[in-house]
């Protein structure tokens, strides 16, 4: 009798459970939850601080055995809501409609058990005709930011989400987006994979957006390794962007894996899109694997993201490699490795403002290029170089010029940090020699601190003019070397401040107007023809030296040696003004009958050079002439134009060690500073070691 005691308790208890949960089944099924919505519509607009309402129907239903569940869970019944027309205010600031959210029909089952310990589990959540107006404005403010209540003490967890057709509304003022979306369903063979098909359609910046595409309709959340399909496509101004892949994980959305393909105008459009700082290019297309990982566990974490084994071609020019992008505290971090087997010269001008009227207003650019300057005057924009940072190698198989001088294995390697760019070494071979720079550009301050040096070695002359036959014999060499600083926010204004030095030698090889001209040297080519005609000239050795001191190029020494003249060059190159001051002295070797050759001038601008002889000198020989003709004898008159005189050849071996020995001298770009210790060199068969640049 007592032992029975304990036992009949428990069935007692047991059964008072099983009467409780009857009842509140009955109630549930019986109870018209329509009279609740009062109290639940004030109690979340009160949570959020925001308008919630459920217009419609309000109704709560039990379901049995779901097919998706195993174990216990799948005999056990759990209520069902369903709810008509609810909705969730906008702010009143924003302009996209009064509504934040609106749904025709949401349903969801719920576990009752883990209510107890403040956990909504939800195991299916079926939207229907859902209608979205959100808007972000310029300065972060948004319309789906909700009152401020603290952590929440409750955790919801859904395992299925289910949607149909409805409607997406979205502005951003901070990159001028304005996009409209509906969606359908789908079904039948043309569905696939997929579930919704939508359309796209608005404007961002002011360009027309068109698209659409097509998504899975059911998301299951309970697996970690379900992927959601998308495709889609979109078109903006000159932008085309092509997606299709998987979303892995969509419960915390940790990775996406999507074929991606992207064409345009510029790369340089892509920056308000991606956060990417890409330079301004001629029109590119691309395709390869956008790969997304979260970058931490936490809800706020930043992705990392990489464009994988992409191939495609900016202008003429084909680039493959892969690229990772990595959120981090100061400033995300841009790393990877690209490569071109073949890259155009002229693919590379906008980068620094060189690219031709036509190319900018085929990307929609103004040209801003004056007609009478030949350096770029067009402006880099240091606002945005802090926006990442980057640590890029590049190497390029061949890089096309359209001159027929060959550059290939070009090499370099690009870091941005702290909003100064780098680009050491920057290495290329051209003419079976070397080409090795360092360049740095400072962005810090309002004008960019740019430094350059720049080594060439042992450029073969035959191979800079491969198509002149007469060219095949020399076996002369070019070197050269530069070291320049300058101040500005493009080309032009940086050579316009710069200081520093230049020099360069050639050893045996010849000259005539048409390398000059297959060289782009308009100057040279001018001076040439003048002093000697169209026609082959022997060239024995040349040594030129420049000291760099505000833009103004003067020069220390400068000499030809030929086989019929010493040349002599004086003056200056100021690359602020772009003009040119330079006198031209030839000296012939041995006696010349019936010559006219005498110094010459070099001025003008870059653009519209003006070479002709000194008429002073000129003057006096005709002058002469003339007179000895009149008085004397008509045969006198050829006496002015002989040439008895006979200088002596340059010492090449010497000029050209002493030259070389200056260069190596040369540490820095201070040493223009000095341009009033260096004299230049008066007659060129006398040269003599130039004083250290120290």
Known sequence: MTKSRPLNIFLAILGFLVLLLVAIVVFILTFDWNRA????????????GREFAIDGNLGVHFKWREPNETGWRHYVPRPQIDAADVHIANPGWTKTGPQLVRVGRISAGIHLLPLLHKEAHITDLAVEQLAVAAERRADGSNTWTFKDNGPSQWDVNIDRVQLNEGTVRYVDGGIKLDLDAKAETISGPEAGPYGLRFVVGGSYRDAKIVGGGKLGNVLSLENEHINFPVQANATAGKNKLSLEGVLTDPRALAGIDLKMSLAGATMADL???????????????TKGRLVGKRAGDKPDAGWRWSYREFTGTVGGSDLQGTLEY???NTRPLLTGAVESRQLRLEDLGPTIGADSAEDKAARGRKNVQPKDKALPVEQFNTEKWDALDADVKFTGKKLVRTHDIPINDVSTHIKMQDKVLTLIPLN???????ITSHIRLDGREKNIDAQMRLAARHLKIRQLFPKLESMQASVGEVNADAALLGKGNSVSTMLATSNGELGATVSEGTVSKFILEAAGLNVANLVFVKLFGDKQVQLNCGAGDFVVERGNAQIRRFVVDTDEAVINVMGSVNLASEQLDLDVTPQTKGARIITLRTPLYAKGTFTNPKVGPHAGPLALKGGAAVALASVVNPLAALLPLINVSKVEPVNCAAALADATRTRNLAQSPSAARNVQAKKPVPDAQNVTPVPSKK
């Open 326 to 328: 990595t959120p981090r």
């Open 37 to 48: 919505k009062p109290y639940i519509n004030s109690k979340v607009s009160e949570s959020i």
């Open 271 to 285: 920056y308000p899109l991606t956060g990417v700082l890409l330079p301004e290019t001629p029109p590119y297309a």
């Open 428 to 434: 290329f071979s051209m003419a079976g020699g070397q």
